[in-house]
């Protein structure tokens, strides 16, 4: 089932009106396609999708665990995971504390990924990631530190790619269809939920990654998020986005320093 | 096909071919010295310009906003595909309905079938390659098969069609 853009417009509207939830600042072509997901999931026409929405206690949580885009990978671009390990993690085996934020973390396996890496360079236990997501959803799947066992074997080649040298099933334990996260590695991580558009500055860090998230939202909105992961760097602190994404706006350039320009990382300096 | 585009296009290109993410290929950079239109990879939020043609980054989702600017998105695979040739052209004729044409090229599945459907249904032109040209026939065959192409051709009338692109262009508007 389909909607208009007009459509679309409507919905925005509804749901900041009675949640006060403003989706205002995301890319209208990703979101379209997932009301109309949401649609097809629940049989419903748009009508009926607004009638829901308004007097269905508890569907509006359904419909936000649904908008989103949540598709994660262990080590998604493996070439980014060996620029941090060679270029940034250096300078934080300097640092007597490291706190990370992986913000729009979906179900974990970027946070799970960050303390591989910093497990293997002997820095996990000055570490401390925090995983923040809009949606509860994953936000409960990441705590439980449970990776579907199908998905491991393309996570594993992703790994050998970072050239490691080890297996990444020394990092879990396989049972049933389940591989488990090492519970030493989930220790020094917490989740929760954060939601970029109307959240503030929560704590320092000396790492921040924001990866395929900013691609949802219209430019707009992309200069506020930077500008609130700017606040929340320490000094000399270290941001990674997207392969795709890039720091776009003009005053915060001169901000930063491009550490490495294909995996768009960037170094705090002012 | 687009080395035949004259510089003078007034329309922009988006295309979609199946690459694996795992090994970052450079066409653009290689076509990119051989055409007379600018070819380049489409970058998120960028505006689709005349005379430009934009490839879809490996590993993404190319869509259209209804700004005539490009959005990625790395949500599921469709046809086991992302890019996905249906992803884009349901999503193009979103945004520009019966102004937009399509051509399917070759290749081993059923991705941009559906799109072209899209497309037809909005009311625009679908191409396809005459499957017996095609180093794979599944794709183009597949939206035939669809009933939802109204033009197929071979290689040397895609080239001549490229060729006078923007002639075809000024007679429907
Ligand atoms: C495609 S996933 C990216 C996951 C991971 N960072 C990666 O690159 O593999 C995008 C995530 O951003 C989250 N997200 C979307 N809007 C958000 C917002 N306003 N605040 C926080 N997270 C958000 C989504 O829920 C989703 O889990």
Known sequence: ?270 | MLQVLPENLSIGVLVIIHRNAKYETNIETSLSDKCRIVVKMAEEKEYVKPATAYFAPAGYHLLMEPDHSMSLDVSEPVNFCRPSIDVTMQSVSDVYGASTAAILLSGANQDGAKGMQSIHQAGGLCIAQHPEQAEIATMPASAIALGVVDVILKNDELLTFSRQLNNYILRRD
């Open chain 1, 1 to 270: 089932m389909g909607i208009s853009f007009g459509n679309l417009e409507e919905l925005i509207e509804l749901v900041n009106n009675i949640y006060s939830f403003d989706l205002n600042g995301y890319s209208r072509a990703s979101l379209k396609r997932r009301v109309s997901r949401i649609m097809d999931l629940y049989s419903l026409d748009f009508s009926s999708l607004k009638d829901n929405l308004t007097n269905t206690p508890g569907f509006f949580n359904k419909f936000l665990i649904e908008i989103t885009v949540n598709v994660t990978e262990m080590f998604r671009d493996p070439s980014f995971y060996i620029a941090l390990r060679d270029e940034v993690f250096p300078y934080l085996a300097t640092f007597p504390h490291i706190k990370i934020w992986s913000a729009g973390c979906a179900t974990g396996e970027e946070v799970y990924s960050l303390a591989i890496l910093l497990e293997k360079q002997n820095l996990y236990q000055r570490a401390f990631i925090y995983g923040t997501d809009i949606n509860s959803d994953v936000i409960e799947h990441a705590k439980r530190g449970i990776i579907d066992l199908k998905k491991m074997k393309a996570y594993s080649d992703n790994y050998f790619q970072t050239g490691s040298g080890d297996s990444l099933s020394e990092y879990y334990t396989a049972r049933y269809d389940a591989a488990i996260i090492h519970h030493h590695l989930r220790k020094n991580s917490l989740f929760s939920i954060h939601n970029l558009v109307s959240g503030g500055v929560f704590n320092e860090f000396q790492l921040i990654t924001c990866r395929n998230v900013l691609i949802y939202f219209n430019v707009t909105l992309q200069h506020r998020v930077l500008d609130l992961l700017y606040a929340s760097l320490a000094l000399f602190g270290f941001l990674c986005l997207g392969s795709k994404e890039t720091l776009r706006s003009d005053h915060l350039t001169d901000k930063f320093r491009l550490v490495n320009k294909t995996q768009n990382i960037y170094q705090k300096i002012a």
